[in-house]
């Protein structure tokens, strides 16, 4: 299972800026225990889901050619709990790119209304030339990452030209 | 016209504040990134995009942190830096203060060339330039 969280992206401008959303459903194992009883959307999830949808924007300004790795957190404030039935929706701008890094900036959103903001910067991270040892592959982007993206564009949304709404 | 040595510092303070989540009282000119402000590596990454959005300079890779020169074992005679390696370092950082390090170039105290003035010095040289 591939660790997901985020449902779909709902525009995407190829080198600019992705929104994806997040709808939080009471059947999710982990809701059990954070908290029973109270069952809560983790924060930490949050910040994960916009690291997913700007890392994907990362990723695709580069065509996917390298692995994408989360670096830094470099601001994350989240003002409001997410609960059941509620959809989350993740805005993010990239802000500068080049071989390096990339450095985006983001809003949360939860039913419309906006609920915080998660800046991040992502590292490029090429097997050749890591002194890690890597696989070969691209394990980052090798399948259900990118296949969100496809299916964005089977319904409809194009990553170049205008900011598209779904 | 460059901005003055205190404009200078004024704004890399602020940088160096908001990247490494320290007071702004605590970085000092002769502050060290690494062990007095507890700078990470991938927090040099965040500098530079920082100093370069803030000082609308570009800083190429390596030209601020030579780590190509930091991680060349050819430069590195036990826990020394070789006099080519210190040479090589030395040209690639005319913005560090080297007097202290070259008495004794220990690789473990090349993180102290990294001060905050070293940071100051280096984005005034960018800006010179780009001014002239």
């Known amino acids: 299972m591939r660790w997901l969280w985020i449902d779909a992206f709902v525009a995407f401008e190829s080198g600019r800026r992705a929104s994806a959303v997040k709808n939080i459903t009471l059947g999710e194992d982990y809701l059990a225990d954070h908290f029973p009883g109270y069952p809560v959307f983790p924060p930490s999830l949050m910040i994960e889901g916009m690291a997913q949808t ?6 695709e300004a580069r065509g996917f050619r390298e692995n994408v790795i989360l670096a830094k957190i470099r601001r994350a404030e989240i003002e409001a709990y997410a609960y059941p039935g509620d959809q989350v929706r993740y805005d993010a701008q990239l802000d500068s790119l080049d071989e390096r890094a990339g450095v985006t900036s983001g809003t949360l959103w939860k039913n419309g209304g906006q609920v915080g903001r998660v800046d991040l910067i992502f590292s490029h991270v090429n097997q050749a030339e890591s002194p890690l040892d890597l696989p070969e592959h691209n394990f ?18 194009s990553t170049d030209g205008e900011f598209h709404g779904r | ?14 940088v160096l504040s908001d990247a490494l989540g320290v007071e702004q009282e605590d970085v000092s000119p002769d502050a060290t990134l690494q062990g007095d402000l507890g700078a990470e590596s991938i927090d040099f990454l965040d500098i530079v995009f920082r100093l370069e959005k803030a000082f609308a300079i570009k800083i190429p890779k390596g030209e601020l ?22 040479e090589t370092l030395k ?19 090349v993180p102290d060339l990294f001060t905050v003035r070293t940071i100051v010095n280096y984005v005034e040289g960018k800006l010179q330039a780009a001014a002239a």
């Open chain 1, 140 to 157: 980052v982007f090798s399948g259900s990452f990118v296949s969100l993206l496809q299916s964005f564009q089977a319904a409809g949304g």
């Open chain 2, 65 to 86: 942190f030579p780590d190509e020169i930091l991680n060349n074992p050819a430069y590195v005679d036990g826990d020394r830096m070789t006099t080519a390696g210190l």
């Open chain 1, 54 to 59: 700007a890392g994907i924007l990362v990723g």
């Open chain 2, 91 to 109: 040209a690639a950082m005319p913005h560090a203060d080297f007097a202290d390090f070259e008495k004794a170039p220990f690789v473990a105290k």
């Open chain 2, 1 to 14: 016209m460059a901005p003055s040595h205190d404009a200078v510092f004024l704004k890399v303070r602020e």
